[in-house]
């Protein structure tokens, strides 16, 4: 039995996944308190700053698991009421968009590409529709006038990732919840003081510093098992980072919907950004960008949308998806009072809603909803760590 008495409700984390379970916590009567690694006023490399905000159950269907698909589509179906909620309850806007993704084909190699990607879309159950080269020019007449088809997936939206962080951040302290900045975990114990609750240790702006909580929920991407040892030493809970590479540009908008071909995606936003993602390398934590990285994005947006070469360069960044064993996420009860959101991979902001949730649910009524069974710790532990 947890006792409330014996301290707040500790959120370790706070880019989407953590900010998300914190805001969902606060509307369930909760005042958490978010640690947040990032020091105050500084970015940071983090996979919610880098992240373009595809919300692409169909267009990532292809490399994804099932269960990662089927929860997909379960959080894009609360997206709207859950960014309502939240532009409602700190006054700003998400970025939120609707406009479905659609995929190109240069050559007929990547056409017969597609044709192979809508058959495995279709297997999960998800609407796209195949296009000729004519219906493609008449979507978006700024896509190459080379391309041989394509594919629509109207149910495909996106999100700005960073104005819904800091929209979150905004609910989360107006309903009470804090957030501290520049608060490096790296110790979760049992409390010496209250065998009930838990020790939550790290420094914060360079000094040692404890919090005590009745609950800690673990949401911190890809560090999370570098930098807390225990949780790195539970089966299942390693998370290796697997980097991405994006830049973002700026100018007169060239498409009104996200547009993909076998090798990158463009995300356009509202006020003229146009974010091109993104590199998949297995470097660890190296945050430098490449000359490489960038000149592939940029030479395969230029083959798809040729006036991406007008636009102005914004921003280069590298940041790191936050991989299980099995790219399937670990959203569960790890001992009574210690929970963890982790290893969303190429997923963190789509899967956001249903995380917060599902996760929330879990944490203030104490019994695991059946929607999370699939993403429960146990499938590591039976043999010898391996799902
Ligand atoms: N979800 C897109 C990516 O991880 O690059």
Not at 196 to 223: I, L, Y
Request: aromatic share 6%.
């Amino acid at each position: 039995m947890i006792r409330r008495d014996a301290g707040p409700t500790v959120v370790v984390g706070g880019g989407i996944i953590g900010l998300s379970i914190a805001y969902e916590l606060v509307r369930r009567g909760r005042t958490p308190v978010v640690l947040d690694a990032t020091p105050r006023g500084e970015t940071g490399e983090t996979a919610t700053r880098v992240a373009a905000g595809m919300l692409a159950p169909a267009s990532e269907a292809d490399d994804e698991p099932a269960a990662v698909v089927a929860l997909g589509r379960d959080s894009l179906a609360r997206y709207p009421a859950f960014v309502g909620a939240v532009e409602r309850d700190s006054e700003r806007s998400c970025g939120y968009r609707d406009d479905g993704t659609l995929w190109i084909a240069v050559n007929r190699d990547e056409d017969a590409e597609l044709e192979r990607l809508m058959r495995a879309q279709a297997r999960h159950g998800l609407d796209v529709r195949k296009l000729d080269a004519a219906a493609v020019r008449d979507l978006e007449p700024h896509v190459t006038p080379r391309a041989v088809g394509g594919m629509l997936a109207p149910g495909d939206h996106s999100v700005d990732p960073r104005r819904l962080a800091e929209a979150l951040a905004l609910a989360v302290r107006r309903g009470g919840g804090t957030i501290h900045a520049g608060w490096c975990v790296d110790r979760i114990e049992p409390s010496p003081v209250d065998d009930a609750g838990w020790r939550v240790g790290g420094t914060e702006g360079g000094w040692r510093n404890s919090v005590d909580a009745a609950e800690v929920v673990v949401a911190a991407g890809a560090r999370v098992t570098a930098a807390i040892e225990w949780i790195g030493a539970s089966p299942g809970c390693e998370v290796r980072p697997v980097r991405g590479e994006v830049v973002r540009l700026r100018g007169a908008p060239l498409v009104e919907r996200s547009i993909r071909t076998p090798r990158i995606y463009l995300v356009p936003r509202t006020d003229g950004e146009l974010v091109i993602g993104a590199t998949t390398e297995e470097r660890g934590f190296d945050a430098d960008p490449t000359a490489g990285g960038t000149m592939d994005l940029l030479r395969h947006a230029f083959v798809a949308v040729p006036g991406v070469y007008d636009l102005v360069f914004a921003e280069v960044s590298a940041g790191w998806r936050p991989a299980t064993v099995d790219h399937i996420p670990v959203i569960d009860r790890l001992a009574p009072g210690l929970f963890a959101a982790i290893g969303h991979y190429r997923n963190g902001i789509l899967l956001a809603p249903a995380t917060a949730q599902l996760l929330a649910e879990f944490v203030v009524g104490g019994e695991r909803p059946p929607a999370l069974e699939r993403f429960a710790v146990d499938r590591f532990r039976s043999e010898g760590g391996n799902p």
